[in-house]
C-alpha cells in the first residue's frame, strides 16, 4: 500500500517529498480548478515541478455549487466536472474522491427520497465520464456535522449496491468512522468496494498526537484484501514540522498491520 498525503497546495509538496511519501492528493475545487478556465495551464505546469505526482485528488465540488433541489444548474455542474476530469486525468490521477459534504446535501425542505434520486443520477454519470478517462470515483462517508447524506459506509455501500451503481467506490476514512461511532467490521462488508482510503488521530489531529490505533485500521483493510493507497488527512498545526513524524507513524501502523 503507498502512503500518501492531502495538501491544500503545491507550496506543502516538498515537505512531503522529503518526508518520503509515495504520491500526494490534491483538492479538485481549490487548486485544480482554481481560477476557472484561465487556471487549467498553470495547475498542469506546477505537478513537473515535483518528482511526486498527485495520484488521488480530493474535494471534488466548491461549497458553492449546490448539487441537490431546485437550483441546481445541471448544465454548469455537468461543464465544471468534465473539465475537472479532465485536469485530473492530464495530472495523472487514479482516484477523485467525492466528499464536497455541503454540495450534496439535501437542502431543507427538499424531499429525501427525490434527492437521493438526484444524487445517483449525478454519481452514475460522473463515474462514467471518470472512467472514461481512467479515473475512479471514490464516494467518501463524512460525518453528520458536515453532511446530512452519506455519512457511512455502511450507508454508502447500501445505496451503491441497491442502485446498481457498479463504476462507483467508496473511501474509508478512520476519522470520520470514529465520529459516527461506526466499527471497523463495515469495511469488511464493504469488500472490494473501497479505493482508496484516509487517516487522522483522534480529534483530527496529526497521526501520532492523539490516541488512535492505526494498525487495526491497516489490519481490516489488509484482511479484506484492500489494493489502493492511503492518504493521511488532518488538521495541522505547521505542517513542514509535523509531516514526517506523522507519515512514520503511519507507516509503522501499516507494517504492525500486515502491509
Known amino acids: 500500500m503507498r502512503l500518501g498525503c492531502c495538501v491544500s497546495g503545491f507550496d506543502q509538496v516538498a515537505a512531503v517529498e522529503a518526508a518520503g511519501a509515495d504520491y500526494y492528493e490534491?483538492?479538485?475545487?481549490?487548486?485544480?480548478?482554481?481560477?476557472?478556465?484561465?487556471?487549467?495551464?498553470?495547475?498542469?505546469?506546477?505537478?513537473?515541478?515535483?518528482?511526486?505526482?498527485?495520484?488521488?485528488?480530493?474535494?471534488?465540488?466548491?461549497?458553492?455549487?449546490?448539487?441537490?433541489?431546485?437550483?441546481?444548474?445541471?448544465?454548469?455542474?455537468?461543464?465544471?466536472?468534465?473539465?475537472?476530469?479532465?485536469?485530473?486525468?492530464?495530472?495523472?490521477?487514479?482516484?477523485?474522491?467525492?466528499?464536497?459534504?455541503?454540495?450534496?446535501?439535501?437542502?431543507?425542505?427538499?424531499?429525501?427520497?427525490?434527492?437521493?434520486?438526484?444524487?445517483?443520477?449525478?454519481?452514475?454519470?460522473?463515474?462514467?465520464?471518470?472512467?472514461?478517462?481512467?479515473?475512479v470515483v471514490a464516494l467518501e462517508p463524512l460525518r453528520h456535522a458536515e453532511s446530512n447524506v452519506f455519512n457511512s459506509i455502511g450507508e454508502c455501500a447500501a445505496f451503491l449496491r441497491d442502485r446498481?451503481?457498479?463504476?462507483?467506490?467508496?473511501?474509508a476514512d478512520s476519522y470520520h468512522m470514529v465520529e459516527e461511532g461506526e466499527p471497523l467490521e463495515a469495511i469488511d462488508a464493504a469488500g472490494d468496494r473501497i479505493a482508496h482510503a484516509h487517516v487522522a488521530d483522534s480529534g483530527r489531529v496529526p497521526p501520532g498526537q492523539g490516541q488512535y490505533e492505526f494498525s487495526t485500521f491497516f489490519a481490516r483493510l489488509r484482511a479484506m484484501g484492500y489494493g489502493g493507497d492511503c492518504s493521511i488527512e488532518c488538521v495541522w498545526t505547521d505542517f513542514a514540522s509535523e509531516i514526517a513524524a506523522s507519515l512514520e507513524v503511519v507507516r509503522r501502523a501499516a507494517a504492525e498491520g500486515g502491509w
Open 26 to 135: 490534491l483538492p479538485v475545487a481549490t487548486t485544480v480548478m482554481a481560477d476557472g478556465e484561465a487556471g487549467r495551464a498553470a495547475f498542469l505546469a506546477g505537478i513537473p515541478r515535483h518528482r511526486l505526482r498527485p495520484t488521488a485528488f480530493n474535494i471534488l465540488f466548491p461549497r458553492t455549487i449546490s448539487l441537490v433541489g431546485p437550483s441546481v444548474d445541471r448544465a454548469a455542474v455537468g461543464r465544471y466536472v468534465v473539465e475537472a476530469l479532465d485536469r485530473v486525468a492530464a495530472a495523472g490521477g487514479r482516484v477523485v474522491v467525492f466528499g464536497s459534504g455541503r454540495s450534496r446535501a439535501v437542502p431543507d425542505g427538499v424531499d429525501r427520497a427525490s434527492a437521493l434520486d438526484e444524487l445517483e443520477r449525478l454519481l452514475r454519470w460522473t463515474a462514467a465520464e471518470a472512467g472514461m478517462r481512467h479515473v
Open 164 to 171: 446498481r451503481l457498479g463504476e462507483l467506490r467508496l473511501v
